[in-house]
Nanobody, 123 residues
Framework: QLQASGGGLVQAGGSLRLSCAAS????????VGWFRQAPGKEREFVAA????????LAADSVKGRFTTSRDNAKNMVYLQMNILKPEDTAVYYC??????????????????WGQGTQVTVSS
């Protein structure tokens, strides 16, 4: 139902934009969260596109570098990642749900998940 794409290999300091597409769901009706999981590590919250004001809620580790945006006409949500660091290397997932701002970082608050896309940042 959700599909993340846009990952790839990039050098440290570079940028990537991930896309989240949905079929059968209207993403503008949901908070769309981005999570990542690196090998041997637990899945962690990255950022969320807040439903009602299109603002980005970002984890401290990516604040100021990653932002989200929406294109409701295309039913897409994007994660713009700038100033990438090797520690950003992970599989990135998008998810849709209806958490409030205070719980948007909790994976359990999201109903729908997509397959991930690999992001590799070389030093």
């Amino acid at each position: 139902q959700l599909q993340a794409s846009g990952g790839g290999l990039v050098q440290a300091g570079g940028s990537l934009r991930l896309s989240c597409a949905a079929s059968g769901r209207t993403l503008s009706q949901y908070v769309v969260g981005w999570f990542r999981q690196a090998p041997g590590k637990e899945r962690e919250f990255v950022a969320a596109a807040i439903r009602w004001n299109s603002n980005t809620l970002a984890a401290d580790s990516v604040k100021g570098r990653f932002t989200t945006s929406r294109d409701n006409a295309k039913n897409m949500v994007y994660l713009q990642m700038n100033i990438l660091k090797p520690e950003d290397t992970a599989v990135y997932y998008c998810a849709a749900g209806t958490p409030n701002t205070g719980s948007a970082s909790q994976a359990g608050r999201y109903f729908y998940w997509g397959q991930g896309t690999q992001v590799t940042v070389s030093s």
